[in-house]
């Protein structure tokens, strides 16, 4: 049915975890920051959203599917992320305009146009738990933004697409380490997000994701950060004194490398948002004992090594993501799958990601600790690196949706 005039394309993009934390926005409904961030993309080989939209002509509607799901597309986020691809597609130059015409004649849809009047079908899936603590908000409307701008032609810079979606989002539209800029401007048009540095730069960072819990936290991010708006001063403080220092040096201390400072900044940060979650009214608890036995375990390896060679952050929940370098990896990934062992039943899967050997802790790291292993404490721990941002898929067998935009190849 569509077939002759429908337009395909599928994409991917990564995860994000922030080494200075997004938490407050200035504008609810454009989704705009108190405060500018900074994160890391990871690797799409571990964690990845993919998306495929066909648009045609034949289409009635809009219509999405999420993990092979049917969903409502009058979510407003999604709503207001649609609306702006398509404003900003329907001011696409004349020549791509014409460009589509002949488009809309040419047998092959893979690289084509589509008008911005056209109803669209998304299909999107995460290799990984959805809604479980590990940013699939971030990766999935980035990744619809990426997919949904290609496809309709829109150029230039794509976060402020992403960030209607969600705010992290609009950072996952870069690999490498990647700055939001919170933005003065009241319609949002300079709160954009920035390549600092691709992820070639730094290619021995390691990010270990210690999967402490997988269900659904009690208090979104979204909500967690109006509550904090609304009631907590520190985090005037924060956003305005606090974190434009914070940012300057973490970026200064990627650009030199500089590891033990990079992660001091890191694990001081996401203290400080956990203490900004206490000072909310009623307070936040998003870590448990379980990540705070992670921040234990991580300082007395730091320690025992007498320099910063570990640090940790964690987002708006109890998984902890502990940053290290390639030198470290094996010997403090064995530290943590000593402290922290799998369930007999479970030890095949539980260290996942990056092939990496386990270094079992000395005698004197382990006393060190002072405290006992605690056998099923985590689910598994995903083994990653920093990685590059969204990219086109050009693979038929990677299609989540057939030609007539349903669900198939
Ligand atoms: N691939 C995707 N495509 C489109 N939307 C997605 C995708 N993945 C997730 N989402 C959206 O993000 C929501 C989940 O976001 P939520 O903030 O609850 O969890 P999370 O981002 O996985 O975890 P956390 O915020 O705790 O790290 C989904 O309900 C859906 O609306
Ligand atoms: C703690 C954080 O992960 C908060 C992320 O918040 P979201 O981007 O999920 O919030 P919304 O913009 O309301 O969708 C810190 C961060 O990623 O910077």
Not at 325 to 332: E, I, N, Q, V, Y
Not at 376 to 401: K, M, S, V
């Amino acid at each position: 049915m569509a077939e002759t005039s429908s337009v395909r394309i599928t994409c991917t993009a990564p995860v994000n975890i922030a080494i200075i934390k997004y938490w407050g926005k200035r504008d609810e409904e454009l989704i705009l920051p108190l405060n500018s961030s900074l994160s890391i993309s990871l690797h799409q080989d571990q964690l990845k959203s993919t998306t495929t939209a066909v648009a045609s002509p034949a289409f009635s509607e809009d219509k999405l599917w999420l993990n092979g799901q049917e969903k409502s597309v009058q979510e407003s986020r999604l709503q207001a992320l649609l609306h702006e691809v398509r404003r900003r597609a329907a001011k696409r130059p004349l020549e791509d305009v014409q460009r589509e015409e002949e488009v809309v004649e040419s047998v092959n849809s893979e690289h084509r146009l589509a008008p911005p009047s056209w109803h669209v079908h998304i299909s999107s899936k995460n290799n990984f738990p959805t809604g479980a603590g590990l940013a699939s908000s971030a990766s999935g409307y980035a990744c619809l933004a990426f997919t949904l701008a290609q496809l309709f032609g829109v150029r230039g810079e794509l976060s402020g697409i992403a960030r209607r979606g969600s705010g992290s989002a609009c950072r996952s539209m870069y690999g490498g380490v990647v700055r939001w800029t919170h933005g003065e401007q009241a319609d949002g048009a300079d709160s954009i997000a920035v390549q600092v540095i691709p992820e070639s730069y730094w290619p021995e960072l390691r990010v270990f994701i210690l999967v402490v819990s997988d269900l659904q936290k009690a208090v979104s991010s979204s909500e967690g950060m109006r509550r904090s708006v609304a009631t907590s001063r520190l985090l005037q403080h924060r956003a305005t004194v606090l974190v434009p220092e914070l940012l300057r040096k973490a970026e200064a201390a990627v650009k030199a490398h500089d590891f033990p400072a990079f992660s001091q900044l890191a694990m001081c940060d996401s203290n400080q948002l956990h203490a900004i979650c206490l000072d909310t009214h009623p307070p936040i608890f998003y870590l448990n004992d379980t990540s705070r036995q992670i921040m234990r375990l991580v300082h007395a390896y730091n320690q025992a090594c007498a320099e910063i060679r570990a640090g940790y952050t964690f987002d708006a929940g109890p998984n902890a993501f502990v940053l290290t370098t390639a030198r470290d990896a094996s010997k403090l990934l064995g530290l943590i799958a000593h402290f922290f062992p799998p369930q007999t039943s479970n030890s095949k899967r539980y260290i996942r990601g990056l092939p990496l050997t386990t270094d079992p802790p000395s005698l004197e790291l382990q006393c060190a600790l002072g405290f006992e292993p605690q056998p099923n404490a985590l689910h598994y721990i995903l083994c990653t690196r920093p990685g590059p941002g969204p990219q086109c898929i050009f693979d038929n067998e990677a299609h989540l949706l057939n030609i007539d935009g349903l669900p198939g190849n």
